[in-house]
């Protein structure tokens, strides 16, 4: 899933794909250097689990 910022870093649009995001741009006329397009999630491994915080208990 990707996401497409305006220069402001305000999120405008989300989007499977690169064509996707592209196509908004298009749509709303952002030129070149308005916006950037970046992953909207890392990615982990299924069996990681993240580690807890110092001074956090569950």
């Known amino acids: 899933?990707?996401?497409?910022?305006d220069q402001d870093g305000v999120l405008r649009?989300?989007?499977p794909d690169q064509a996707d995001c592209l196509a908004y741009?298009?749509?709303f006329?952002?030129?070149d250097g308005a916006f950037?397009?970046?992953p909207l999630f890392v990615s982990?491994?299924?069996g990681v689990t993240p580690r807890q915080e110092a001074g956090?208990?569950?």
């Not at 899933?1 to 910022?5: A, D, N, P, R």
Request: charged content about 15%; overall charge negative; aromatic content about 8%.
């Open 56 to 58: 956090c208990s569950s």
């Open 1 to 5: 899933m990707l996401g497409l910022y």
């Open 44 to 46: 982990v491994d299924p």
């Open 36 to 38: 950037s397009i970046e």
């Open 13 to 15: 649009f989300t989007g």
């Open 25 to 27: 741009a298009e749509l």
């Open 29 to 31: 006329a952002l030129v």
